[in-house]
């Protein structure tokens, strides 16, 4: 009550711009939380009202977009409750270091602001399809360590349900798997045939079975799952251990394979390394196409650098994009970020970087394997590759879902970190040393003999080194 009697008497005050704006924030902080209102409107103003509308200034695309998407309607009822001849708003970026008083900021500024700041994709990604525009074959590039991904993709994406299925993509961390599966479903969305596709997180796809199992909607999900065309699901790993979502999953895949409809998968490991996996399930995963991701060459990271500084027609000195392809290896989210990183230094600074500012800004980037290697590191990564906690690996267990983890641990140990085998037998309670060269001796035996556990071994190594 006391507000809008408020309301009424600043009504009938002839206010400036920023009485104006001060007046609404007071409003907004009674209708949203105190972190979201610091979040939102920290450095924000009335710039300037043109006629029934008026221009607020925010300090980035972010703050843009939630504004845009969340408060629109909000604000401009507060805009309109304090002075009725008020209609419309519009919000524009101005970075805090160029702000003046009252400056009008024109459409061609505001929109090379918008490209330069760093993009919100969540608010660009297809209701429908769920899917990121961003992500298609043309910005994607090709190269020895993923052109049967490559390959394989564009083949589903011209004969969907035909060609392979399921298409399983498997490999490690930012090497591209979401870019090459979201392209097969953007492709074929975009496609002349008016297909139904559909991209979904493995996490998503377990909370939304969960959800509806609880709330007895299963059937209508079910049905709505039969529905779809082309079913991409990303990070199946995520299924290890969740039962109920993997036999429900089963029939999902069955019921769309008859019917010749496309599934593409993607995986951080091969589907016979994926723990806790039904075999019924694995057995499907592996029935159609598998093909692997693995990390880009020098040359070719020099090409992908150079076509994302293409996309945002923006350049740098060959000597530093040399050194951030020498040198930022560990994968390519890694090498994106990397980049931005030079790009918002030359934009903040006005200064091009050259190799010295590279080498600066960059430590965190490059790579190096003794760095990174350590005894922790290696039990981390041993035991969440194969679903165990820490503790379970040193359990005096003769459980072959233990023992093996164990063996490789401490074959890890003396293979990648030289440790003595009386260091890795107390290390692992004191045991006999004679077990730790038991254990080393028989991985690396059985690594020469099986392409499965030499995989493994290999994955394994990948994670230890680039985490
Ligand atoms: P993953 O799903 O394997 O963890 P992403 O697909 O998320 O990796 O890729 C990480 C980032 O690297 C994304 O921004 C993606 O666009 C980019 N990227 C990955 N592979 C390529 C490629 N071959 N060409 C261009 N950009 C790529
Ligand atoms: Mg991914």
């Not at 939380?33 to 509308?53: H, P």
């Not at 016979?272 to 692997?292: Q, T, Y």
């Not at 023992?403 to 140990?413: C, E």
Request: charged content about 30%.
């Amino acid at each position: 009550m006391l507000i809008s009697c408020e309301l009424k008497i600043i009504q009938k005050i002839v206010m400036d711009n920023n009485e104006l704006w001060q007046s609404v924030l007071a409003q907004m902080q009674f209708h949203i939380s105190k972190a979201n209102f610091a979040t939102w409107f920290q450095n924000t103003e009335i710039i300037s009202r043109d006629g029934e509308k008026i221009i607020i200034s925010v300090p980035n695309a972010f703050s843009r977009e939630w504004l845009g998407n969340k408060y629109n309607k909000l604000i401009l009822k507060t805009l309109h409750d304090i002075d009725d001849k008020i209609k419309d708003l519009e919000f524009v970026i101005k970075p805090q270091s160029q702000k003046t008083a009252n400056e009008k900021i024109s459409a061609t500024d505001n929109e090379k602001e918008e490209t330069e700041q760093l993009k919100f994709d969540e608010f660009k990604i297809n209701k429908d399809t769920n899917l990121n525009p961003r992500y298609t074959f043309d910005n994607f590039v090709v190269g020895s360590f993923n052109e049967l991904a490559h390959a394989a993709a564009l083949a589903v994406s011209e004969n969907p349900g035909f060609t392979y299925n399921p298409l399983f993509i498997y490999g490690g961390t930012g090497l591209g798997k979401t870019h090459l599966i979201q392209s097969i479903g953007n492709k074929i969305a975009d496609g002349p045939k008016k297909k139904k596709v559909r991209y979904i997180s493995s996490e998503k796809f377990v909370s939304n079975i969960v959800a509806s199992i609880r709330s007895g909607t299963i059937e209508s999900f079910k049905s709505n799952l039969g529905s779809i065309d082309v079913l991409i699901i990303d990070d199946v790993q995520f299924l290890a251990g969740k039962n109920k979502t993997q036999e429900e999953f089963f029939h999902a895949f069955n019921s769309l394979y008859e019917r010749n409809k496309q599934i593409v998968l993607s995986s951080d490991r091969p589907p016979n390394a994926i723990p806790e996996l039904e075999d019924r399930l694995r057995s499907r995963f592996e029935g159609g196409m598998i093909a692997d991701v693995s990390l880009p060459d020098y040359e070719t990271r020099l090409v992908i650098l150079k076509n994302k500084l293409q996309e945002k027609n923006l350049e740098l000195p060959e000597d530093v994009l040399d050194y951030i392809a020498t040198n930022v290896k560990k994968n390519i989210r890694e090498l994106e970020g990397a980049l931005n990183k030079l790009l918002i230094s030359h934009k903040t600074t006005n200064n091009v970087p050259d190799v010295e500012m590279a080498k600066k800004l960059l430590k965190g980037f490059v790579f190096s394997p003794f760095d990174v290697a350590n005894y922790k590191k290696i039990i981390e990564t041993v035991s969440k590759f194969y679903n165990l906690e820490e503790k379970n690996l040193f359990d005096p267990t003769r459980r072959k879902e233990i023992v093996k983890p164990r063996q490789i641990a401490m074959f890890l140990l003396r293979r990648e970190l030289k440790y003595s085998f009386p260091a890795i037998a107390r290390k692992f309670g004191g045991k006999d040393h004679t077990t730790a060269i038991y254990a080393y001796k028989k991985i690396l035996q059985e690594s020469e003999e099986n392409n499965k556990l030499t995989e493994e071994l290999s994955l394994i190594k990948q994670r230890i080194y680039s985490g």
